[in-house]
């Protein structure tokens, strides 16, 4: 079964941080590119960043560059969203996507004092 899980949001206060996960099975994970999006309510979706299928190359969305870092674990079939200095403005349902697979069901990250 193709199935990609996330895990990892909630709430935090501005400035603080979080790490999301994305634990990927029933397909080549090691082969495919990842991306991270969010999207929140009344806004289109927003590519956050995206990482190479060997993890050495990584782009990110202007608007976190410099404090969100993805990386991956391929033998754990899992990709990370490191994201600190969190601003109210991140709040937004993050999921990851395989280009050739989907999305996953997205976790809730609230950015609220």
């Known amino acids: 079964q193709v199935q990609l899980v996330e895990s990892g949001g909630g709430l935090v206060q501005p400035g603080g941080s979080l790490r999301l996960s994305c634990v990927a099975s029933g397909f080549t994970f090691s082969s495919s590119a990842m991306n991270w999006y969010r999207q929140a309510p009344g806004k289109e979706r927003e590519l956050v960043a995206a990482?190479?299928?060997?993890?050495?190359?990584?782009i990110y969305a202007d608007s976190v560059k410099g404090r969100f870092t993805m990386s991956r674990d391929n033998t754990k079939n899992t990709v990370y969203l490191q994201m600190n200095s969190l601003k109210p403005e991140a709040t937004a349902e993050y999921y990851c996507?395989?280009?050739?697979?989907?999305r996953g069901q997205g976790t809730q990250v609230t950015v609220s004092s």
């Open positions: 990482i190479t299928s060997d993890g050495a190359n990584t």
């Open positions: 996507d395989s280009p050739s697979i989907g």
